[in-house]
């Protein structure tokens, strides 16, 4: 059983982005891919802060529209019929009309065939270097970021699928995994509610496979939250290994289809022009 589809990476267009859209291209077909869709990062007053490691300042939201247009649709030519090269964007959202509208008017400029919804930061904050952990329990920091996601999802239909719903556990400060881990009964009332928007949205949820990458041991979201999303009459899956590195398309793809199986649901899909094409699970 093969996922033909990787839906969320990232090239050097993202300034986390350690590889070109040709390297992650090829890397894609080695693994058997049939399409490719590059949602590199639009961030729009993504908070500045230093990585704590290498002291450097992300800005996530230099990426030209009409730039990365054409550097795709030319590796489209290149690329043939060997692989189709979709044109996607990760928007990083912040509950604040300025930065929905003006991340907006970049998609409408991009007009790409996918747009991804992520929430990033809370209240303002990085969640890493852990300042936003700072003076909250972890319970209150959850609920925040929750909040956000929440609130990022309802003030605009500018988007396709959910992202990483969870995200917010990856940056915990803890080592042990099993604390780090955002629990679904904990917060049922706020992730009931993000689900249902999705729902009467017609809007896809995530699976996120680098959860597995960042130590979690699972993909985001959990299998409680992706299972609640079927449950309550959730349709559309997209398939994103989140890859910032070549070697990392598609990775862990099989754990995506296990949990997939768990959950109910025997298709994903892909956006092309901003429409859900279903592909089945094939046995
Ligand atoms: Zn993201
Ligand atoms: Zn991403």
Sequence with gaps: MQIIADTHLHSNFSSDGKNSITEMALSAIEKGLKILTFTDHVDIDYPLHPDPKTGKVEI?????ANEYRNALENLQQEMNNKLQILIGVETGLQPNNSIHSRTKDFTDTLNPDFIIASTHC????????????????????????????LANLSMTDNYDTAAHLDFIERYYPTKNVEEKLLKYNQFADIIDEILLTLIRKDKALEINTAGIRYGLGVPHPSIEILSRYKELGGKLITIGSDAHRACDIAADFE???LYMQKAGFDS???FK???????????
């Design 268 to 270: 994903y899909c892909v």
């Design 122 to 149: 809370a209240c303002g904050q990085v969640l890493a270097p852990y300042d936003f952990f700072k003076d909250k329990t972890q319970n209150d920091a959850y609920q925040k970021y929750l909040e956000d996601v």
């Design 273 to 283: 022009k901003r429409q859900p094409e279903l592909i089945p699970l094939k046995k």
């Design 255 to 257: 754990i995506a289809i």
């Design 60 to 64: 996530f939201n230099k990426l030209n």
